[in-house]
Protein backbone atom coordinates (compact mmCIF):
# COMPACT_ATOMS: atom_id res chain seq x y z
CA UNK A 1 0.00 0.00 0.00
CA UNK A 2 1.23 3.33 -0.85
CA UNK A 3 -0.69 6.24 1.51
CA UNK A 4 0.40 9.71 0.96
CA UNK A 5 0.95 11.74 3.49
CA UNK A 6 -1.37 14.26 4.67
CA UNK A 7 -0.86 18.21 3.69
CA UNK A 8 0.17 19.86 6.99
CA UNK A 9 2.70 22.73 8.37
CA UNK A 10 5.26 21.43 10.02
CA UNK A 11 6.58 23.45 12.99
CA UNK A 12 8.60 20.11 14.69
CA UNK A 13 9.24 16.66 13.44
CA UNK A 14 10.25 15.13 17.08
CA UNK A 15 8.09 12.13 17.99
CA UNK A 16 6.85 11.83 14.64
CA UNK A 17 8.25 9.13 13.68
CA UNK A 18 7.43 7.11 16.94
CA UNK A 19 3.69 8.36 16.72
CA UNK A 20 3.25 6.89 13.52
CA UNK A 21 4.99 3.23 14.34
CA UNK A 22 3.04 3.13 17.78
CA UNK A 23 -0.28 4.15 16.39
CA UNK A 24 0.45 1.69 13.05
CA UNK A 25 1.28 -1.33 14.95
CA UNK A 26 -2.07 -0.62 17.55
CA UNK A 27 -4.30 -0.04 15.00
CA UNK A 28 -2.91 -3.29 12.93
CA UNK A 29 -3.25 -5.01 15.97
CA UNK A 30 -6.55 -3.92 17.00
CA UNK A 31 -8.34 -4.76 13.02
CA UNK A 32 -5.87 -6.26 11.46
CA UNK A 33 -6.15 -3.41 8.00
CA UNK A 34 -3.15 -2.54 7.14
CA UNK A 35 -4.35 0.07 5.57
CA UNK A 36 -7.03 1.88 7.72
CA UNK A 37 -3.82 1.34 9.93
CA UNK A 38 -1.47 3.64 8.04
CA UNK A 39 -4.41 6.29 7.17
CA UNK A 40 -4.46 6.41 10.74
CA UNK A 41 -1.16 6.43 11.59
CA UNK A 42 -0.35 9.34 8.79
CA UNK A 43 -2.96 11.34 10.99
CA UNK A 44 -1.23 10.24 14.22
CA UNK A 45 2.40 11.61 12.28
CA UNK A 46 0.48 14.82 10.71
CA UNK A 47 -0.60 15.82 14.00
CA UNK A 48 2.57 15.30 15.92
CA UNK A 49 4.31 17.62 13.60
CA UNK A 50 1.77 20.42 13.58
CA UNK A 51 3.09 20.73 17.59
CA UNK A 52 6.23 21.79 19.03
CA UNK A 53 7.91 19.07 21.51
CA UNK A 54 8.57 15.17 21.76
CA UNK A 55 6.01 13.81 24.42
CA UNK A 56 3.63 16.51 24.26
CA UNK A 57 3.28 16.04 20.65
CA UNK A 58 1.67 12.93 20.32
CA UNK A 59 -2.04 12.95 19.67
CA UNK A 60 -4.34 11.73 21.95
CA UNK A 61 -7.10 9.15 20.23
CA UNK A 62 -9.62 11.62 20.02
CA UNK A 63 -7.20 14.18 18.55
CA UNK A 64 -6.88 11.69 15.87
CA UNK A 65 -10.16 11.08 14.97
CA UNK A 66 -10.86 14.50 15.49
CA UNK A 67 -8.97 15.19 11.92
CA UNK A 68 -10.14 12.04 10.07
CA UNK A 69 -13.35 13.36 10.32
CA UNK A 70 -12.71 16.93 9.23
CA UNK A 71 -10.87 15.85 6.37
CA UNK A 72 -13.14 13.26 5.63
CA UNK A 73 -10.73 10.71 5.21
CA UNK A 74 -12.01 7.37 4.46
CA UNK A 75 -10.59 4.18 6.67
Do not use: M, Q
Not at 1 to 27: M, N, Q, R, W
Amino acid sequence: HCLPAYDIKTKDPSAAGDAFVATLTLEHLNSGDIARAGKIANAAGALTVNRRGALISVPYRKDVADFIAERAIRL
